[in-house]
């Protein structure tokens, strides 16, 4: 079966660094997505990873490791604007038609 | 603004009555998906749409849930004789094709069912 863990909630401060692990048990693995959701909003894309290995967006930055199934999002100079959800999702498929199975997601308060 | 819109927004209704639900994906954008969330959970894949054709759905979709994507626009999510259990928020997400694959998938804000 598919399943996604991720720690249900996360705290840190502002200007603070935090680490958001994702771990995965799938089939047709494509690649590992991250997505931010502010209550009552749409998911957001922040970052995709394919291979093994670190992708850095401004401040955020994903990392995958496709051996250990494991993958996690950096969050570096928080900011209060930051607090939201956090959702792992693996891209299950094939070249034509990937869906997204995502995790129970992580919920990040930034505190001042 | 030229992201994925739904309409509406929110709906409330009737346990055994039917709603639909639309959704308008990026004007170039090919792929449809449709969504389900329900409260502290990730989005649940629905089914998936390329151009007009449905091409996957779930077994979260029972045969009171039919979608359609007439013209390969815009698309529809109806819900027949709705139970308490259909309340949730429904979510549709376009993409495209690029040369590595499917590019990523963005969403649209969601329509937010509850039924009484």
Redesign the interface.
Same mark, same amino acid.
Not at chain 2, 40 to 45: D, M, S, V
Not at chain 2, 104 to 110: H, K, R, T
């Given at each position: 079966g598919q399943s996604l863990e991720q720690p249900s909630e996360v705290t840190a401060v502002e200007g603070a660094i935090v680490q958001i692990n994702c771990t995965y048990q799938t089939s047709g693995f494509y690649g590992l997505s991250w997505y931010q959701q502010h209550d009552g909003g749409a998911p957001t894309f922040l970052s995709y990873n394919a291979l093994d290995g670190l992708e850095e967006t401004g401040r955020f930055s994903s990392f995958l490791s496709r051996s250990d199934s494991y993958g996690y999002l950096l969050l570096q100079e928080l900011q209060m604007k930051d607090s939201a959800s956090y959702f792992c999702a693996v891209r299950e498929g094939n070249t034509g038609f990937q869906k997204l199975v995502f995790g129970t997601g992580t919920r990040l308060l930034v505190s001042p | 603004d030229t992201g994925?819109s739904q309409d509406p927004r929110h709906k409330i209704t009737k346990r055994g009555q039917n709603v639909t639900f639309r959704c308008d994906p990026i004007s170039e954008h090919n792929r449809l =998906?449709w =969504?389900r969330q329900t409260l502290? /959970?990730? #989005?649940?894949?629905l089914t =998936?749409f /390329?151009n007009e054709a449905q @091409?996957?759905k779930s077994r979260l979709l029972s045969d009171r849930f039919s979608a359609e994507r007439p013209k390969g626009s815009f698309s529809t999510l109806e819900i027949q004789r709705t139970e308490q259990g259909d309340s949730a928020m429904y @979510?549709c997400a376009s993409s495209t094709l690029d040369r590595?694959? #499917?590019y990523? /998938? =963005?969403?649209? #804000?969601?329509t937010r069912l509850t039924v009484t």
């Open positions: - | 994925v =998906y =969504y502290g /959970q990730g #989005p649940e894949f =998936y /390329q @091409l996957e @979510l590595k694959g #499917p990523e /998938q =963005y969403f649209g #804000p969601g």
